[in-house]
Nanobody, 124 residues
């Protein structure tokens, strides 16, 4: 069984910083992409940042220049450094991974897994 566990959310003032962490554990054969999505009240879940196994990254326009995604492949972990936070960054942040569990190592597609979410609130 594969699990994604996030940490690092909380309350921060506008202009502040937070660092989110996510670790994938369980019977993992390989991981393709790891990334972060967020969902604000009344809005759809949206991509924040994603990093593929080779290191290429993709960011939402609204966070470019403020957020940085990084991975530690040895730990099956992904991080999101969030700087210059704004009230509109307030949301539940979800870790996402596209991976193959050991039980499906010969599969040709990737399987999507989600963390439980961590609340980020930016407010004075």
């Amino acid at each position: 069984q594969v699990q994604l566990v996030e940490s690092g959310g909380g309350l921060v003032q506008p202009g502040g910083s937070l660092r989110l962490s996510c670790a994938a554990s369980g019977s993992i054969f390989s991981i393709n992409t790891m990334g972060w999505y967020r969902q604000a009240p009344g809005k759809q879940r949206e991509l924040v940042a994603v990093m593929v196994n080779g290191g290429n990254t993709n960011y939402a326009d609204s966070v470019k220049g403020r957020f940085t995604i990084s991975r530690d492949n040895a730990k099956n972990a992904v991080y999101l450094q969030m700087n210059s936070l704004k009230p509109e960054d307030t949301a539940v942040y979800y870790c996402n991974a596209q991976l193959r569990p050991i039980s499906l190592e010969y599969a040709t597609n990737w399987f999507q897994y989600w963390g439980q979410g961590t609340q980020v609130t930016v407010s004075s």
